[in-house]
């Protein structure tokens, strides 16, 4: 079992920036970042590997968004510039031991945190 704690969200005005933080009690082999908002599905951010740090980002975030891993923390990362109000959701970190990870698809992580609310205002 691998516990993941997420920090770092709160409220800001759009084209802010925010990062956030996911602490993981153990070994994880990939990390990804999720986020619901209201009444719209779960949406893979991005996700990155243990090992060389391949990452993979949705088309949503490309270019505005920074997915980073510390492994010697177990920690991992999610520097959000140019933040928009559409980015508005919980975000939620989440933990897979699968190549899937790459894919973006909640089923294929098995650990989950909590979440942190962003919230971004126009």
């Known amino acids: 079992q691998v516990q993941l704690v997420e920090s770092g969200g709160g409220s800001v005005q759009a084209g802010g920036s925010l990062r956030l933080s996911c602490a993981a009690s153990?070994?994880?082999?990939?990390m990804g970042w999720f986020r619901q908002a209201p009444g719209k599905e779960r949406e893979g951010v991005a996700s990155?590997?243990?090992?060389?740090?391949?990452?993979t980002y949705a088309d949503s975030v490309k270019g505005r968004f920074t997915i980073s891993r510390d492994n010697a923390k177990n920690t991992v990362y999610l520097q959000m510039n140019s933040l928009q109000p559409e980015d508005t959701a919980m975000y939620s970190c989440?933990?897979?031991?699968?190549?899937?990870?790459?894919?973006?698809?909640?089923?294929?992580?098995?650990?989950w945190g909590q979440g942190t609310q962003v919230t971004v205002s126009s």
């Open positions: 153990g070994y994880t082999y990939c």
């Open positions: 990155i590997y243990s090992g060389g740090g391949r990452t």
């Open positions: 989440a933990a897979a031991y699968t190549s899937n990870c790459r894919l973006l698809r909640g089923a294929d992580f098995r650990y």
